[in-house]
Nanobody, 115 residues
Framework: QVQLVESGGGLVQAGGSLRLSCAAS????????FGWYRQAPGKQRELVARISAGGVINYAGSVKDRFTISRDNAKNTVYLQMNSAKPEDTAVYYC?????????WGQGTQVTVSS
């Protein structure tokens, strides 16, 4: 089993910044890819950014050049730095991993961007 615990969500004004963290349990962190997803009310969950075990990164077009995903293997933590936030970034943000033990999700953290 892998447990993922997100933190860092909250209320931010448009143009502001937030940093989300995803702390992962277990010994498979270094060998696992991670992703940040988000789900806004009435919309499907969508991929925001992902980082492979080797550090290859992909972003959704809507967040590219504003958000940065990173990982700290020593701390078993994945981060999502959100800059230049927009009201359309408002959503519940989820951490995900496809580890050797299976696919796991965190409980989500709410991000609200006010205009």
């Amino acid at each position: 089993q892998v447990q993922l615990v997100e933190s860092g969500g909250g209320l931010v004004q448009a143009g502001g910044s937030l940093r989300l963290s995803c702390a992962a349990s277990g010994s498979t962190f270094n060998n696992s890819p991670f992703g940040w997803y988000r789900q806004a009310p009435g919309k499907q969950r969508e991929l925001v950014a992902r980082i492979s075990a080797g550090g290859v990164i992909n972003y959704a077009g809507s967040v590219k050049d504003r958000f940065t995903i990173s990982r700290d293997n020593a701390k078993n933590t994945v981060y999502l730095q959100m800059n230049s936030a927009k009201p359309e970034d408002t959503a519940v943000y989820y951490c995900n991993t496809n580890s050797p033990l299976g696919q796991f999700w965190g409980q989500g953290t709410q991000v609200t961007v006010s205009s």
